[in-house]
């Protein structure tokens, strides 16, 4: 089984930035492709962005493309999301997610989520 840990998490007006850091463990970190999800109250659960287990691919919904950035440090064992410009709408619980192929499909293995709300 894989742990995931999200950080980075807070409050900020529009049009400001933040990273939040996916801590993996347990497994073998260049095994899993990683995804980064969110979650606004009453909405489903939507990928927001992904990256396979070597880094070479991304991929990103369409209402972050240009604005969020997916990247992955093999020696730190951690997945960022870096979101830039961000929107009121944007407001959502963030959780990462492993999963052994890619594109991600049925990841097993979550972290516990953190809070990003974006004031106007």
């Known amino acids: 089984q894989v742990q995931l840990v999200e950080s980075g998490g807070g409050l900020v007006q529009a049009g400001d930035s933040l990273r939040l850091s996916c801590a993996v463990s347990?497994?073998?970190?260049?095994?899993?492709?990683i995804g980064w999800f969110r979650q606004a109250p009453g909405k489903e659960r939507e990928l927001v962005a992904a990256?396979?287990?070597?880094?070479?691919?991304?991929s990103y919904a369409e209402s972050v493309k240009g604005r969020f950035i997916i990247s992955r440090h093999s020696a730190k064992n951690t997945v960022y999301l870096q979101m830039n410009s961000l929107k009121p709408e944007d407001t959502a619980v963030y959780y990462c997610a492993a999963e052994g192929s890619y594109p991600l499909k049925r990841p097993k293995d979550w972290g516990q989520g953190t809070q990003v709300t974006v004031s106007s």
């Open positions: 990256i396979s287990s070597g880094g070479m691919r991304t």
């Open positions: 347990g497994r073998t970190f260049s095994n899993y492709a």
